[in-house]
């Protein structure tokens, strides 16, 4: 097997002008071009995509529909005056999501990034209470370890540690422990943990004052606990709280959205309805800066009496740009005409028993869809660092997963094959022997 290194002897010599998007160091790699599920960096070396870019690429790096689709609308219209109207392409797309998502749902507005459409989610939640007489239901609730994006307002929802550099948050963000952290932190058996974080929302919403609690914002599978997954119950029990206290349930779909679970979006693979849906990540195939929020019934009424599309300005220039629009009109059109979810089916079903064996009792796999968390088995020391270190040995040998603490996620594209699952699984076979040891 041959090992796929960095490409760092490829960058130019002068990093005075280079964009820090990511940290330099010897491990970070010059990508050059793409094909498929593969990638290549300056050296000409390849690496195996398994994690499709950041759960984005579902449908590889060379999908000729959405690079058609974008090439006939650059040269048709690239922009318009978004002051002033809107385009066709961003008029379809808005229709197809819309379609994919739930009953419930019944209005998409269009937004550049995740971030970007957890910001609006919130916006439209004091919005939404505000036009109904409740001025000063403004809190809102979200998971601790949980991720909802990179500017201020969507790191403040982010309930984790490491955001604290920044300084004091949004205020009226209230962070509630997951299950997930309940079983871990303090061994609580798994249906009791879905049981007791329920009750623990309900008394926080209770302590915080029920007048004061506009939303919750809720990610179906949190992506930054290793995969960890909800379940149907503790959802549901979400569903009813909201509810009984007039808070706004949000899905962080970000993700899980656009067939990642199974379904089109968690909320059916979950059967349970939110207020709002925030999608992006994959539809756009990762051809262009897309997401979505995706709003109820009820919130589109109120949106139209506080102003319609005023009720989110400050927008942004290029939210529904015909350009991004066109590339998600397409990702979406492919997604259901080309029988994606029994695709999607096939190959998890595939991957699933053999990643399974592959990490063996090295660690806890959690799987849905073509979603991926295997928690591994490490204590003390060995435990902050275990996940990074199998991703490097991984990166090493030409495979691109994500690690971090103690886990590892994936999350193939939706057209890989049999052939390169096999390819993906041996070489993380390899990296878990040499990291954690024993045998498969």
């Not at 004061?212 to 909800?230: D, K, N, Q, T, Y």
Request: charged share 20%; net charge negative.
């Amino acid at each position: 097997m041959s090992y796929a290194t960095t490409a760092s002897a490829a960058w130019p010599a002068d990093l005075s002008a280079y964009c820090f998007e990511v940290p330099y160091s010897s491990d970070t790699v010059l990508f050059d071009s793409a094909k498929g599920i593969r990638l290549f960096d300056a050296a000409g070396r390849e690496y195996l995509d398994g994690l499709s870019g950041v759960f984005v690429t579902c449908f590889g790096y060379d999908c000729q529909p959405i690079i058609d689709a974008i090439s006939n609308q650059l040269r048709v219209l690239p922009f318009n005056p978004p002051l002033h109207g809107t385009n066709r392409p961003a008029l379809e797309l808005a229709r197809s999501l819309v379609t994919l998502a739930p009953a419930s749902i019944t209005a998409a507005k269009l937004v550049n990034g995740g971030s970007e459409s957890i910001e609006a989610a919130m916006r439209i939640a004091r919005l939404y209470h505000r036009t109904r007489g409740n001025p000063g239901k403004v809190k809102v609730l979200s998971h601790y370890h949980g991720y909802h994006g990179s500017t201020f307002g969507s790191l403040s929802l982010t309930g984790r540690p490491d955001v604290a550099r920044f300084g004091p948050g949004v205020p009226g963000m209230v962070h509630v422990w997951p299950p997930d952290c309940l079983q871990e932190f303090w061994g609580v058996d798994a249906e009791v943990a879905q049981h007791l974080a329920a009750s623990m929302i309900e008394r926080t919403i209770q302590a915080e004052g029920p007048s004061s609690v506009a939303a919750i914002f809720v990610e179906p599978v949190i992506h930054l606990r290793g995969m960890a997954v909800s379940t149907t119950a503790y959802l549901s029990r979400l569903r009813e709280i909201c509810d009984q206290y007039d808070v706004l349930l949000v899905f962080d779909e970000i993700v899980t959205g656009f067939g990642r679970t199974g379904q089109p979006f968690a909320a059916q693979t979950f059967n349970v309805s939110p207020d709002i849906l925030c999608v992006g990540k994959g539809i756009s195939g990762g051809y262009s800066p897309l997401a979505a929020v995706l709003m109820s019934q009820r919130i589109v009424e109120i949106l139209g009496e506080s102003g319609g599309p005023l009720s989110f300005a400050p927008s942004h220039t290029y939210a529904a740009n015909p350009i991004a629009s066109a590339a998600g009109a397409a990702a979406v059109r492919l997604f259901q005409e080309g029988s994606f979810l029994t695709r999607i089916q096939r190959l998890s079903d595939y991957v699933e028993p053999r990643l399974q064996a592959t990490v063996a009792g090295r660690g806890a796999l959690r799987a849905i869809g073509l979603l991926y968390g295997v928690k591994l088995a490490a204590n003390g020391a060995d435990r902050d660092g275990i996940g990074a270190a199998v991703a490097r040995a991984c990166l090493k040998r030409g495979l691109i997963i994500r690690g971090q603490d103690d886990w590892l996620v994936m999350a193939p594209a939706f057209v890989t094959s049999e052939t390169e699952v096999d390819h993906m699984l041996d070489i993380l076979g390899d990296a878990l022997d040499e990291i954690c040891g024993g045998d498969r």
